[in-house]
DNA sequence: CGAATAGTGTCTCTCAGACAATATTGC
DNA sequence: GCAATATTGTCTGAGAGACACTATTCG
């Protein structure tokens, strides 16, 4: 903000009265999302007050009066869910603020979508209440707090989407994963299956999108063929994109024997 | 919101001090594109009140204490600019909440992108200040009120980003129109010239994009044939999508003699 | 006719999806 | 060997960009 008061302005902001305008609170909520055994899943928290009081909603909180909205998001997201932002990929998903969307006053929510791996211990919340993930499928929308299914769908709708044309599935990933673990974040998030050798291709061809470390992973418990490990690359776009199957496919691509 | 009441909830809400929150205002604010003789422009006002008297903002104001958000971004869209939700596009943008964006008080804004037409008299304002169209490239970042640079860039991005997949440019023209009406949107938006004959080719092959009146438009000042008129169709996505040159090609698509 | 715009067609290269085939590992 | 996963390669068709060519209008 530049320097263009002038006297006025400065008289102007001392007399000024906040009570003008309509009182609002701000909320930041979080949808954080992750793939466990193969399944996206949403962190849910049991209201320990009211309103919804015992019922399942996004984590999320007031925000103070001199935070950032992002800081808020950060915050809510180390303190209630234990996951830390680095690890994670942050992103803000707008702004709800029907009138009546919460019982005790004006309320205006900024959700944020949070990617994060499949963390060991990410139940240890502050807030002392129950915590859980709950595969996406399986939530029931009318069973949330608030407006929070309308909110979680816009979440799961902008996830699947950009996994097309951003890197972003990585953030699901640990820091060294196989192309396998990648594959089966995609599977999740688009709730298809994918072709394993079409998939190694697409990724290892987009420009930026994985750098090989150079080591091989240990086989899983089923076997197979150790696979070579990745990191995320330094792309913030995917070129060529990784399309959604079956989504709006005009016709005949490929044969079909 | 479905029957969850009980009776302690009913106490509790009767009992609940709004003031328990730290108070904010909210605003909507309209980045409102069109493109004008060729040109991607968007609609400023000059405040007439502090703070930032005298300079140049996106319109905008209050949201009222009952008044659904998506409602006054178009309350507003339709009393400062004259242009009728109608026959334009609308999409909130986001939330933009740095502690300190308004001088007055913490302020919450939810900017809306539109994009409409280029209208014979949209500086029809009711506000009675002053209103005019500028085009983007000529915006000073830093002569703008708040932080309504940084508001505008994300709205100048995500269309730029929007016209790629999905059919909206349509909304910057009039009802019918032509495929050369409908290139000049693009090439304003995305500030490149594109190739008259491959536009035509996959604007036309767009699944569910355009839908042909059946009648001719009447040549402009400078002759040439007359063109097809077009409406826009019922497509949601564009299949194919219609992608950005230059930005991320990684390399020889196509020859070059 | 020349300039300007509209529309069709052709060529080549990239990329997507369908699979075949091979490579490694655990059991 | 067999099951399971990883990786490479091959084929076909869709689609993108480059650009030749034709069509139609105005002056």
Redesign the interface.
């Known amino acids: ?2 320097s ?1 008061r002038d006297e ?2 400065t008289a ?2 001392r007399a ?1 009265d ?2 003008a ?6 909320t930041v909520d979080v949808v954080l999302l992750t793939v466990r055994e193969g399944v996206l899943s949403v962190l849910l928290v049991e209201r320990e ?5 015992g ?1 399942l909603a996004l984590p999320g909180g ?8 992002d800081a808020a998001a950060v915050h809510r997201l180390e303190q209630e869910t234990g996951v830390r932002r680095s690890v994670a990929h942050v992103e ?1 998903l ?2 709800f ?5 919460d ?4 309320v ?1 929510s ?1 959700p944020y979508l949070v990617f994060a791996p499949d963390l060991p211990a990410p139940t240890a919340g502050a807030g002392a209440r129950w915590v859980a993930w709950v595969p996406v499928r399986a939530v029931e929308p ?1 069973r949330l707090a ?2 929070h299914a309308a909110v979680l769908a816009a979440g799961v709708e902008r996830a699947r989407a950009k996994l097309e044309y951003s890197p972003v599935a990585t953030a699901f990933c640990r820091e060294e994963f196989t192309i396998g673990e990648l594959r089966r974040v995609y599977e999740a998030v688009w709730g298809v299956p994918l072709d394993p050798r079409n998939f190694h291709r697409k990724t290892t061809g987009a ?1 930026g999108f994985l750098v090989p470390v150079g080591r091989d992973s240990i086989p899983g418990p089923e076997g197979g063929r150790p696979a070579a490990l990745y990191q995320r690359g330094d792309a913030t ?1 995917l ?2 994109a990784m399309l959604r199957p079956g ?4 016709g005949t691509a490929g044969r079909r024997r």
């Open positions: 903000m530049p263009h006025s302005e102007f902001l000024y906040p009570s305008h309509p009182p609002f609170a701000v007050t009211h309103p919804f009081r019922q007031f925000v103070q009066a001199d935070e950032d909205l803000q707008g702004a603020g029907d009138p009546g969307r019982p005790r006053m004006r205006v900024v009318d608030f407006d420009d776009l070129h060529p989504a709006p496919d005009t």
